[in-house]
């Protein structure tokens, strides 16, 4: 199967392209090389392993669009190009984020429904839509995890974003019976995650000898998911997922913030943390309480639950950072 997958360079996508190539696949990125994306992160890979190329491009412009599809003709298309730092939409440039995750995955649909209609349809096609459990909004403490039925509720601009691109792919499957399969995946974690991200931040202050800054009281929650556990969902939903249907991959590792953050100075350190391991800074506009994902659709329909919990693999995330120190002045950090 011949996979273009656009954010490939990016620290989700370049481990799905990974993935996919170790399944057999044949892939290629379609990447714009933004700050979170890199093309080392690709370095590695080349045809002798069925990787066909970093196609440099924008989704928000048909003509790149059109020129990877026409080039690489795939069977599948995986969409995960993203702005996704929730930060980032909350205080600047919250224009790239309705740009790229509305305006850009709008265009993906246009340009795929047209090469799909050009190929005359052939069964096996895919578009594959990479969003998030954001988009749901947040639980209260005691709340039934989400399930695919549950209500849109995003409560900050990035989710909003994310929804509204969800939207745009359903109404494409229903309107025009594009074969699209949306997913949602709760956090992410693991090895060459972007250094604006909270574990990576909170590895490289402790090891600064800084304390590691938490928003608020620290006892927001999340779900982790290690990202090749994520990918192996995706490489499921694409093998027996339904058209039309949606997905939702979590760890079912529901954890504090503070507690992640204790658990990462342990890592770090090989000692019990104290109260001086942490500095409390006012808590982010809006901040959801608690996100949660039953994955038991995902894994009655496609067979996938997640791997080990986050307590141990964390040594393993932390041992790569300090492994590779300067990885994140590569990216002009």
């Known amino acids: 199967m011949k996979i273009l997958v656009t954010g490939g360079a990016g620290f989700i996508g370049s481990h799905f392209v990974g993935a996919s190539l170790k399944a057999g696949h044949r892939v290629a990125v379609l990447d714009k090389l933004t700050y979170a994306g890199r093309s080392e992160n690709l370095s590695d890979l080349g045809p002798d392993r069925g990787f066909d190329g970093l196609i440099v491009g924008d989704i928000c412009d048909h003509s790149d669009v059109r020129r990877a599809l026409q080039s690489f003709r795939p069977d599948v298309l995986v969409h995960m190009a993203a702005e996704t730092h929730v930060g980032n939409s909350i205080t600047a440039g919250r224009e790239v984020f309705l740009s790229t995750n509305v305006n850009g995955t709008n265009v993906l649909l246009n340009e795929f429904l047209n090469y799909w209609n050009g190929r005359r349809r052939p069964k096996s096609f895919r578009f594959i839509h990479v969003s998030t459990d954001e988009v749901y909004g947040s639980l209260r403490k005691y709340e039934a995890c989400w399930t695919e039925d549950s209500p849109y509720k995003p409560n900050n601009p990035y989710a909003a974003s994310k929804a509204a691109s969800d939207h745009l792919v359903r109404s494409y499957w229903h309107t025009w019976g594009l074969p699209a ?153």
């Open 181 to 333: 399969i949306i997913t949602h995946c709760s956090n992410n974690y693991g090895h060459w995650q972007h250094p604006e991200k909270v574990i990576p931040i909170w590895i490289g202050q402790c090891l600064s000898g800084a304390p590691m800054t938490v928003h608020g009281t620290g006892q927001n929650i999340r779900d982790w998911v290690h990202v090749d556990d994520h990918c192996r969902g995706l490489l499921a939903a694409l093998d027996k997922g339904k058209v039309g249907e949606v997905y939702n991959f979590g760890g079912m590792c529901e954890r504090s913030n503070l507690s992640i953050a204790r658990m990462v100075y342990r890592s770090v350190f090989g000692i019990e943390p104290d109260d001086a391991c942490t500095q409390h800074t006012p808590d982010r506009p809006g901040n959801d309480l608690r996100y949660g994902i039953n994955i038991g659709k995902a894994y009655g329909q496609l067979g996938w639950e997640p791997g080990p919990p986050i307590e141990d693999r964390m040594a393993d995330v932390v041992k790569w950072y300090m492994d590779n120190p300067g990885y994140e002045t590569s990216f002009g950090c």
